[in-house]
C-alpha cells in the first residue's frame, strides 16, 4: 500500500521562503513528483526526483532523501501568483504499475 | 506544447443518465488517465490506458467505465450517474514510451453535478 502524507494548508508571507514536506510510505520506490494546481485550474508539472538530493529550478527547488521516505517543495522570494495547491505524487511499481500515486496536496495562501 | 482538452468545463446531469466525458491530447501519448478530484481527498485514479484498446482499473473504478478506441482520445463512461459522482473530473496524458520522467500533463477539468 501507499500513503503519502502533506499538510493541509500552509501561509506565508510574499518575499519569503516556504517549504512544504510530502512524507511517504511505499513498498519500492520510482520516483517523486511536485506539481502545482491554481484554484480552478488544471495541475502542472514542477518537478521530478528519483535520486537523493536537491534540484533546483528558478525559485523552486526540490529535495528527496530515499531512506528517509521525505521529500519538500522550497519556494523562494514568494509572490502573490505562488498561492495554489501543491500536489506530491509518489510512483511505486512493487505492485507492477508506474502510476503515481497523489497525496491529498497542500493549499498554500501567500499574503502581502 | 502539449495540450490535453476536454469536452466540457461543465455539466449537469440527472440521476440515472449515462455521462460521456470525452478527453483528447495532441502528443502522441502512450497514456492516458481519468481522476476525480474531491475537497480533502485529492486526486483519486478511476482509470487508465497505456494503449489504445487496453485499460486498467485504478483506485476507485467502481460506477464507471472508460473506453480509447483511438490513441489520442480517452473517454470516462458514468453508466448511471449518481449523486455521489458530482465531482471535478480531471484527464491526464504522459509520453510513456519507456520515458524515465513521464510527468503528466493534465486537462482543464470537467465539473459534473448529478442532480
Known amino acids: 500500500g501507499q500513503n503519502i502524507d502533506q499538510p493541509t494548508e500552509m501561509t506565508a508571507t510574499e518575499g519569503a521562503i516556504v517549504q512544504i514536506n510530502c512524507t511517504y510510505q511505499?513498498?519500492?520506490?520510482?520516483?517523486l513528483f511536485w506539481y502545482q494546481q491554481h484554484a480552478g485550474e488544471a495541475p502542472t508539472f514542477l518537478s521530478y526526483?528519483?535520486?537523493?538530493g536537491l534540484e533546483e529550478k528558478g525559485r523552486f527547488s526540490s529535495f528527496l532523501s530515499r531512506s528517509k521516505g521525505y521529500s519538500y517543495l522550497l519556494l523562494k522570494e514568494l509572490q502573490m501568483k505562488d498561492s495554489a495547491s501543491y500536489l506530491c505524487?509518489?510512483?511505486?511499481?512493487?505492485?507492477?504499475?508506474?502510476?503515481?500515486?497523489f497525496g491529498r496536496g497542500t493549499s498554500l495562501i501567500v499574503h502581502p | 506544447d502539449v495540450k490535453v482538452t476536454q469536452s466540457s468545463r461543465y455539466l449537469v446531469k440527472r440521476t440515472g443518465e449515462k455521462v460521456f466525458l470525452e478527453c483528447v491530447q495532441d502528443?502522441?501519448?502512450?497514456?492516458m488517465f481519468w481522476y476525480r478530484q474531491d475537497p480533502g481527498l485529492g486526486l483519486r485514479l478511476i482509470y487508465f490506458?497505456?494503449?489504445?484498446?487496453?485499460?486498467e482499473k485504478g483506485d476507485i473504478p467502481e460506477g464507471y467505465s472508460v473506453s480509447r478506441e483511438k490513441k489520442e482520445r480517452f473517454s470516462l463512461i458514468l453508466e448511471s450517474a449518481s449523486t455521489n459522482q458530482t465531482s471535478m473530473y480531471l484527464c491526464?496524458?504522459?509520453?510513456?514510451?519507456?520515458?524515465?520522467?513521464?510527468?503528466?500533463?493534465f486537462g482543464p477539468g470537467t465539473r459534473l453535478t448529478v442532480t
Open positions: 502528443m502522441d501519448h502512450e497514456n
Open positions: 490506458s497505456y494503449d489504445v484498446k487496453m485499460k
Open positions: 491526464a496524458s504522459s509520453l510513456g514510451q519507456g520515458d524515465l520522467e513521464d510527468e503528466q500533463y
Open positions: 526526483n528519483v535520486l537523493d
Open positions: 505524487a509518489v510512483r511505486d511499481p512493487a505492485g507492477g504499475s508506474y502510476i503515481p500515486t
Open positions: 511505499t513498498s519500492g520506490f520510482n520516483g
